[in-house]
């Protein structure tokens, strides 16, 4: 059986390295705002998931999070440092996995940088709660998929292929590499 890319009468796969895999992670992070965020990868039964805000995406890709010290998540990651970011941009684009190393600090700094006044719904007594943490997700590896020509003409092509009988999709998909 053929895959769908197959009937396709355009490329629609780029894999991304270095500084362009970086500005993917950047530009589709942005639009998704949260993601779920997965531990346990390596243990016997289902991993843990839960939905987390990414509040920032550095130069390196490194995404950063905020988390309470003694939570099930940081229990998690000192058992294994290895996650697995999901993202969902629109309901029909802008999807990246991610999979890479958490890294858990209370750097005061840090926290500070990070610190925007709706944390404080989780951390009460805000930017110097003891509970505060920060987790680094390092990325090592992912894949995307995302439109090329954005929405707009995503669905145009998707319409006209449905009339015309022919794939038209205006996505693109690949894998990602730090």
């Known amino acids: 059986m053929d895959s769908i890319n197959k009937n396709q009468p355009?490329?629609?796969?780029?894999?991304?390295q270095a500084e362009a895999a970086i500005e993917k992670i950047k530009d589709l992070v942005q639009q998704a705002e949260t993601c779920?965020?997965?531990t346990g990868l390596g243990k016997e039964g289902p991993f843990n998931t839960r939905p987390m805000t990414a509040l920032k995406v550095d130069d390196l890709g490194n995404i950063w999070f905020m988390s309470a010290i003694d939570s099930h998540k940081n229990a998690d990651i000192s058992?294994?440092?290895?996650?697995?970011?999901?993202?969902?941009?629109?309901?029909?684009?802008?999807?990246l996995s991610l999979y890479?190393?958490?890294?858990?600090?209370?750097?005061?700094?840090v926290i500070k940088s990070?610190?925007?006044?709706?944390?404080?719904?989780w951390f009460t007594e805000g930017e110097d709660d003891p509970r505060i943490s920060v987790i680094k997700?390092?990325?090592e590896q992912g894949y995307y998929w995302d439109t090329?020509?954005?929405v707009i003409v995503s669905f145009a092509k998707q319409l006209?292929?449905?009339?015309?009988?022919?794939?038209?999709?205006?996505?693109?998909?690949g894998s990602i590499n730090l």
């Open 79 to 95: 058992e294994s440092s290895s996650v697995q970011l999901l993202f969902r941009g629109k309901t029909y684009s802008d999807f």
């Open 114 to 121: 990070l610190w925007n006044p709706l944390i404080k719904t």
């Open 36 to 38: 779920f965020f997965c």
């Open 10 to 16: 355009e490329d629609n796969r780029k894999n991304l």
């Open 137 to 139: 997700v390092v990325p």
């Open 148 to 150: 090329k020509h954005g």
């Open 100 to 109: 890479g190393e958490a890294l858990v600090t209370q750097d005061k700094q």
């Open 160 to 173: 006209a292929g449905a009339i015309t009988g022919v794939t038209l999709d205006d996505s693109i998909e």
